[in-house]
């Protein structure tokens, strides 16, 4: 994802719903991008594999799978991928990717998610929830869809970064909403998030019930030097994503006795 120059604008009214953020009417041109872009392609998704590591026979969620890069490569690992994603036309183009035998739902992560106490192994939760205000309904959806012991491997826009770009600097300690401008393959799309400092984060992963296991701040896939060698140069000296590893714990009580 290339940013344009525009400064974003910090919103002192909510953002719109999370969800699609009118993903639907750019969904080619955004899934175009992300399939061979730097960011995307061979920073965020390398790491989110690399992160997941051996997921054979692991039953996985992917929530917000967008186009679905992330289940192929996740499903070509040995894992049997669902998906689910707020715009409907995002999930036509996973459907051409991933075939007809792939459970895709259109799902609203701000709401109940429709599967099962314990259905998966893991979530995947892959640049999609700094669109939520509210982290609280969502992760705890997840944790009661994730079995004792799942995991939740989530990507965020980085708090540092966010905050960095926004001018006046908002508070940094409140949770703010603000716009930013993207390019995706020649088309240009103003998109909205909500940035909150780390400690919230972190907070409302262990007011889920989550254990914190994996924070990390990873460098892209070294084959981008030579596709990218400005970018390249650029991402591994600046801050990026930020990427998490959070777990169930294995007895009601959180230890492992």
């Known amino acids: 994802m290339d940013r344009t120059a525009e400064t974003p604008e910090v919103l002192a009214r909510p953002a719109d719903p999370a969800p699609a953020n009118g993903y639907d009417s750019f969904a080619e041109a955004y899934a175009s991008d992300n399939e061979s872009n730097l960011q995307n392609a061979y920073y965020e998704r390398p790491a989110m594999v690399a992160l997941a590591a051996d997921v054979t026979g692991r039953r996985i969620l992917d929530a917000g799978c967008g186009a679905g890069p992330l289940a192929a490569a996740l499903r070509d690992r040995g894992a049997d991928v669902t998906g689910i994603d707020a715009s409907a036309e995002m ?3 996973a459907r051409r990717r991933l075939g007809d035998d792939t459970d895709l739902r259109v799902v ?7 599967f099962a106490d314990g259905a998966f192994d893991d ?13 609280g309904p969502t992760l705890a959806e997840m944790r009661r869809v994730l079995r004792p012991g799942g995991r939740l491997i ?6 540092f970064a966010d905050y ?3 001018d006046p600097r908002p508070d940094y300690s409140a949770t703010t909403s603000y716009s930013d401008e993207f390019t995706f393959s020649g088309r240009s799309v103003r998109l909205r998030f909500w940035r909150r400092p780390l ?8 007011a889920a019930g989550f254990r914190l296991c994996v924070i990390s701040e990873p460098q892209p896939d070294p084959a981008a030097r030579e596709l990218f060698p ?3 140069r650029s991402l591994s000296t600046k801050i990026g994503f930020l990427f998490f590893v959070v777990e169930v714990p294995s007895s009601p009580t959180g230890s492992e006795d």
């Not at 939760?125 to 982290?135: C, M, P």
């Not at 989530?154 to 708090?159: E, G, K, L, M």
């Not at 400690?199 to 262990?206: G, I, L, Q, R």
């Open 164 to 166: 960095a770009i926004q």
């Open 108 to 114: 609203d992560l701000g709401g109940p998610l429709p």
């Open 154 to 159: 989530a990507s965020v826009q980085h708090p």
């Open 91 to 93: 999930l036509a183009l």
């Open 199 to 206: 400690h919230a984060m972190t907070d409302a992963f262990t």
């Open 123 to 135: 979530v995947v939760a892959s640049l999609v929830l700094h669109y939520l205000e509210d982290w």
């Open 230 to 232: 400005e970018g390249f």
